[in-house]
């Protein structure tokens, strides 16, 4: 189906990157741009889409009803909002027959919420897309899991400012670490679940390969790291993998890679080019 209508849930570190990007770079403009938000940041929105919206889609609004969001009837909603917005909204665009796309990966951690989508999505035959976000060869993890996974492993190491206001901050003093210091270990269901804001390439990655509860992830606080630092290396059947990425905190947030927002772009422009790579 050709996009036509987009729908945006979010209008933040990740959404405000990704817009400006998709607005550099569409190939002809949409018919409809909707930014779901909460009213206390609807302003900021406005002024977002007034220097964006124009760019991307002929109609272009904030909507801070999700009601009226939903009535729009999107070819494909993007979710960049954290984890309570794929548990407020995930299910109710995939049961009108609307594509998601869901950034916050670590909220599939939840049994009972994935199980809700699925069946929403399975129902309506819309399709629920996981973002790659920080992570890149996503595609040939996936494809080792068909050949066979035999080890997987998963390192996040950011500087300590980027734990705080997690539960690292009761784990380790962050204003004073100076040197390297592990404060998790354990599986990639609990990493994402308890990191929400940190540890959602952990759920991407566990995901694409050998489940939730088989991949070992390792939290890290480290004053050298010259980004979000983010390692996995794998021994399969056909190939082996050793991958380490270094993104760019983003200025809003330190806990989100800047690259996210762009792997949501690519995603979006995917869809409106004859060709998608």
Same mark, same amino acid.
């Given at each position: 189906?050709?996009?036509?209508?987009?729908?945006?849930?979010?209008?933040?570190?990740?959404?405000?990157?990704?817009?400006?990007?998709?607005?550099?770079?569409?190939?002809a403009q949409l018919d409809r741009l909707s930014l779901l938000t909460l009213p206390a940041v609807a302003d900021g929105a406005r002024a977002l889409l007034d220097k964006v919206g124009p760019r991307i889609a002929r109609e272009h609004e904030v909507v801070t009803d999700a009601d009226a969001f939903l009535s729009r009837r999107h070819d494909l909603v993007v979710e960049c909002a954290g984890h309570a917005a794929v548990k407020a909204y995930g299910t109710r665009v995939l049961e009108v027959g609307t594509d998601l796309l869901v950034v916050s990966i670590g909220s599939l951690t939840d049994d009972a919420l994935r199980e809700s989508l699925r069946a929403a999505a399975e129902k309506s035959g819309a399709r629920m897309i996981l973002c790659s976000g920080a992570i890149g060869g996503i595609d040939l993890l996936s494809a080792a899991r068909l050949a066979g996974i035999?080890?997987?492993?998963?390192?996040?190491?950011?500087?300590?400012k980027a734990w705080k206001g997690t539960p690292a901050a009761l784990l380790v003093d962050l204003d004073t670490v100076t040197s390297e210091t592990v404060f998790y270990e354990g599986t990639a269901r609990a990493a994402a679940r308890d990191y929400p804001q940190n540890a959602n390439s952990a759920a991407t990655i566990a995901i694409a390969s050998v489940g939730l509860?088989?991949?070992? /992830? @390792?939290? $890290?606080?480290? #004053?050298?790291?010259?980004?979000?630092?983010?390692?996995?290396k794998l021994?399969?059947?056909?190939?082996?993998?050793? /991958? @380490?990425? $270094?993104?760019? #905190?983003?200025?809003?947030?330190?806990?989100?890679?800047?690259s996210t927002a762009y792997t949501v772009a690519r995603e979006i422009l995917n869809r409106l080019s004859p060709i998608a790579i």
């Amino acid at each position: 189906m050709k996009l036509k209508s987009l729908g945006v849930i979010g209008s933040g570190a990740i959404a405000a990157p990704m817009l400006e990007a998709v607005a550099g770079n569409v190939p002809a403009q949409l018919d409809r741009l909707s930014l779901l938000t909460l009213p206390a940041v609807a302003d900021g929105a406005r002024a977002l889409l007034d220097k964006v919206g124009p760019r991307i889609a002929r109609e272009h609004e904030v909507v801070t009803d999700a009601d009226a969001f939903l009535s729009r009837r999107h070819d494909l909603v993007v979710e960049c909002a954290g984890h309570a917005a794929v548990k407020a909204y995930g299910t109710r665009v995939l049961e009108v027959g609307t594509d998601l796309l869901v950034v916050s990966i670590g909220s599939l951690t939840d049994d009972a919420l994935r199980e809700s989508l699925r069946a929403a999505a399975e129902k309506s035959g819309a399709r629920m897309i996981l973002c790659s976000g920080a992570i890149g060869g996503i595609d040939l993890l996936s494809a080792a899991r068909l050949a066979g996974i035999e080890r997987i492993t998963y390192t996040s190491r950011k500087p300590p400012k980027a734990w705080k206001g997690t539960p690292a901050a009761l784990l380790v003093d962050l204003d004073t670490v100076t040197s390297e210091t592990v404060f998790y270990e354990g599986t990639a269901r609990a990493a994402a679940r308890d990191y929400p804001q940190n540890a959602n390439s952990a759920a991407t990655i566990a995901i694409a390969s050998v489940g939730l509860d088989h991949v070992t /992830v @390792r939290l $890290v606080a480290d #004053p050298a790291a010259p980004g979000n630092v983010h390692e996995f290396k794998l021994s399969s059947a056909c190939a082996d993998m050793d /991958v @380490r990425i $270094v993104g760019k #905190p983003s200025p809003d947030n330190p806990k989100t890679s800047m690259s996210t927002a762009y792997t949501v772009a690519r995603e979006i422009l995917n869809r409106l080019s004859p060709i998608a790579i």
